[in-house]
């Protein structure tokens, strides 16, 4: 297949990790472009913490060079707050500035952010323009299908991202009051897809090879974004890749996936200290487990960690069951 660009910036593959708050973390997103995913995401960013210097918001921004290409996700409801926002997370050096319009979380649409912008068309352009204003690298919207069932403007939305400014568009197929539940409207994507001249990414349900691939056809889409079923699966977008190409999917063994699992947490204490990082493992070791014996115990098990030390003890439990 020929190869995969945002603006200038061009991608290792054609399935990119989501922006998923809580989980892409540095550590993770490195280990996702290890396994072949084409670009990842940083964690949601929030303009207005960036504005009153959040420590926390700046660690989130922090950008490696294994991981590239990397873009960093900011929201919020404020153009003018936006721009200040991408000026500052263009210090650390991202190849793509990312606005999320699409997060569905009440914290988030609540104070009129994420999927809530789907709701104010003018306001989105107004979002868009300001922050390619001040960026010299590409800027791309992460929206959902519509705010309900009653207001499926994807396509609207989309067009006006086009127009001012922003050269990609990633479309989750399900309103914002769906949140994750109900199957992925892939139709409305590919409705995007026909409405617009820049990428639209599809996003939504892609579990596997194969149904990235099917993903792609339906909706006419060049590429795919790769979210929860990445969680203790880094594997898939190396099996995405290879069953676009032809070649023959590669599955991880026990011991290979445990000690992936141990890497993971390994850089997260590396890069945030024992504590923090250990606490935050609890939730997302447990996609390693998904398909062994005695999968429930292990993920109760995981919600005990509390030290480095106990996921070493975990491998060699399971290994040796």
């Known amino acids: 297949m020929t190869e995969a660009s945002i603006g200038a910036v061009r991608l290792r593959s054609r399935a990119l990790l989501a922006p998923m708050a809580g989980v892409t973390d540095r550590a993770y997103r490195e ?6 995913a084409g670009c990842c995401v940083s ?3 929030s303009s207005k913490a960036l504005s009153f210097q959040s420590k926390k918001s700046e660690k989130l921004m922090v950008i490696s060079g294994i991981e590239r290409p990397c873009g960093i996700q900011i929201f919020g ?3 003018s707050c936006m721009a200040e926002a991408a000026v500052h997370a263009m210090k650390n050096q991202p190849d793509i500035i990312d606005i999320n319009m699409g997060c569905p979380a009440p914290k988030i649409s609540g104070s009129g952010s994420g999927s809530a912008l789907m709701r104010k068309p003018e306001l989105v352009g107004e979002i868009v323009r ?3 204003a001040v960026c010299d690298v590409p800027v791309t ?3 959902r299908k519509g705010w309900d069932d009653g207001s499926v403007n994807a396509v609207e939305i989309a067009q006006i991202c086009e127009r001012a400014g922003a050269v990609a568009i990633t479309v989750h197929g399900r309103t914002r009051m769906q949140y ?3 199957p992925v409207d892939y139709e409305i994507i590919r409705q995007v897809r026909q409405s617009v001249q820049i990428p639209v990414i599809a996003n939504g349900d892609v579990d596997s090879a194969q149904k990235a691939k099917e993903v792609m056809e339906r909706t006419s889409c060049d590429l795919v974004m790769v979210g929860r079923a990445s969680l203790g699966n880094p594997w898939l977008f190396g099996q995405i890749n290879a069953y676009l190409s032809g070649e023959k999917l590669f ?5 290979e996936k445990l000690d992936t699992m141990v890497g993971q947490v390994e850089k997260m204490v590396e890069y945030k200290g024992e504590y923090i990082a250990m606490r935050q493992a609890r939730k997302l070791v447990i996609g390693y487990f998904k398909g062994m014996k005695g999968a429930a115990a292990l993920r109760n098990e995981a919600g005990k960690l509390s030290a480095l030390e106990d996921i070493y003890k975990l491998r060699n439990r399971i290994l040796n069951t």
């Open 31 to 36: 280990l996702c472009m290890e396994h072949g």
């Open 43 to 45: 964690e949601m960013v």
């Open 77 to 79: 409801d404020e153009p």
């Open 130 to 132: 300001a922050v390619t």
């Open 141 to 143: 919207v992460k929206i």
């Open 180 to 182: 994750y539940k109900p």
């Open 251 to 255: 599955f991880p063994t026990l011991e």
